[in-house]
Nanobody, 112 residues
């Protein structure tokens, strides 16, 4: 299993980023895909999830600002992040569910 996250960076509050996750080594279409984030000194937090049929779930902290999507033809999952806040600063990871597989993550930093 390989998960490669990309698209992170540094933005000012109110800015936007689009994260991508390229997955391989498993039957992508059979798995729920999730985005987690881990801020320094904190436990990993579930940010968003998308079912095999495309049904989304969002944590309350990002609802209305983030959008998760998937492209089964490209074995990829995305996270569009708008109206970013300082508290969104973290390393973001995608993860298939079930399964304990993690990529290297992509750093998102939101600061003025």
């Amino acid at each position: 299993v390989q998960l490669v996250e990309s698209g992170g960076g540094s933005v000012q509050p109110g800015g936007s980023l689009r994260l991508s996750c390229a997955a391989s080594g498993f039957t992508f279409t059979s798995y729920v895909m999730r985005w987690y984030r881990r801020a320094p000194g904190k436990d990993p937090e579930l940010v968003a999830s998308i079912t095999t049929a495309g049904g989304p779930f969002y944590a309350d902290s990002v609802k209305g600002r983030f959008t998760i999507s998937r492209d089964n033809a490209k074995n990829s999952v995305y996270l569009q992040m708008n109206s970013l806040k300082a508290e969104d600063t973290a390393v973001y990871y995608c993860k298939p569910e079930p399964g304990n597989y993690w990529g290297q993550g992509t750093q998102v930093t939101v600061s003025a």
